[in-house]
């Protein structure tokens, strides 16, 4: 209990590797040391649970390759504190064969969680690790991998023109991991759309960027019923983020 953090979940499983058996843990319930959050879930009675302090349990005990992911990620490092987003919604990646234990997916954690299972980027190229408020560290995205992520989502879940004001603030991004990252991605939207954007932005990273090894792909991609072209990426894109000369 002593080395129990504050707003986590414990788990049947770490129960049991702290020599915890199935009977002490209804003792446990029974003296109200312990309350079920779900199957093979519990929490501290009187305390509240966070989806961080989930999502902690589900890195660190359970071993779920997910990450904070989008734009989730900015709003967690202070990056999109000067947007206001319409809707209290929680960006998670992953890998698509990795799903969310049941307790997790069935809690009420007062935001909408979306988890979005891909691979579209490797799972293991430009995540970071940053505290949360309560104190324990999250495995989540850089910048550099947040971006394509968040374009990765757009236009379905996350609004372009909210995208592009993101792309505008990202001044620092280290262009080797841009680079890799740019390479290893397989969503042609997404690459042209970044390149695109940062362009637009006029992101120093694109001074150091060899778009000879990114594939393009060919082809038009329309991202948007009734928008304009812009012809150097073949994309058809809201009247609000194209300029008369593109």
């Known amino acids: 209990m002593n080395q129990w953090r504050p707003h986590t979940v414990v788990t049947s499983m770490r129960l049991n590797e702290l020599g915890i058996s199935p009977q002490d843990t209804q003792n446990y319930l029974s003296s109200r040391w312990l309350e079920p959050l779900g199957r093979g879930a519990y929490k501290r009675p009187v305390?509240?649970?966070?989806?961080?302090?989930?999502l902690w349990t589900i890195q660190t005990q359970l071993k779920l390759d997910v990450h904070v992911a989008a734009r989730t990620a900015f709003e967690m490092t202070g990056r999109a504190q000067y947007l206001r987003f319409a809707d209290q919604t929680v960006f998670l990646f992953s890998p698509p064969k990795v799903t969310l234990p049941a307790w997790f997916k069935g809690h009420d954690w007062s935001v909408e969680i979306?988890?979005?299972q891909t691979k579209f980027l490797p799972s293991d190229l430009g995540l970071a690790?940053?505290?949360?408020?309560?104190?324990?560290?999250?495995?989540?995205?850089?910048?550099?991998?947040?971006?394509?992520?968040?374009?990765?989502?757009?236009?379905?879940?996350?609004?372009?023109?909210?995208?592009?004001?993101?792309?505008?603030?990202?001044?620092t991004l280290r262009p080797k991991l841009m680079q890799e990252l740019l390479e290893a991605c397989t969503s042609v939207k997404v690459k042209r759309l970044f390149l695109y954007l940062a362009?637009?932005?006029?992101?120093?990273?694109?001074?150091?960027?060899?778009l000879a090894t990114i594939d393009l792909g060919k082809g038009d991609r329309s991202l948007t019923p009734k928008g304009k072209y812009v012809a150097k990426y073949g994309l058809h894109l809201p009247a609000e983020l194209v300029s008369s000369d593109a």
């Open 114 to 116: 979306r988890h979005t």
């Open 129 to 171: 690790e940053f505290e949360a408020v309560e104190g324990f560290k999250l495995r989540g995205s850089s910048p550099e991998r947040a971006i394509l992520e968040t374009l990765h989502l757009a236009p379905q879940a996350i609004d372009l023109v909210e995208a592009a004001q993101l792309a505008e603030g990202l001044v």
């Open 199 to 210: 362009e637009r932005a006029d992101l120093p990273v694109m001074r150091h960027l060899n």
């Open 47 to 54: 305390e509240t649970v966070t989806w961080q302090g989930a």
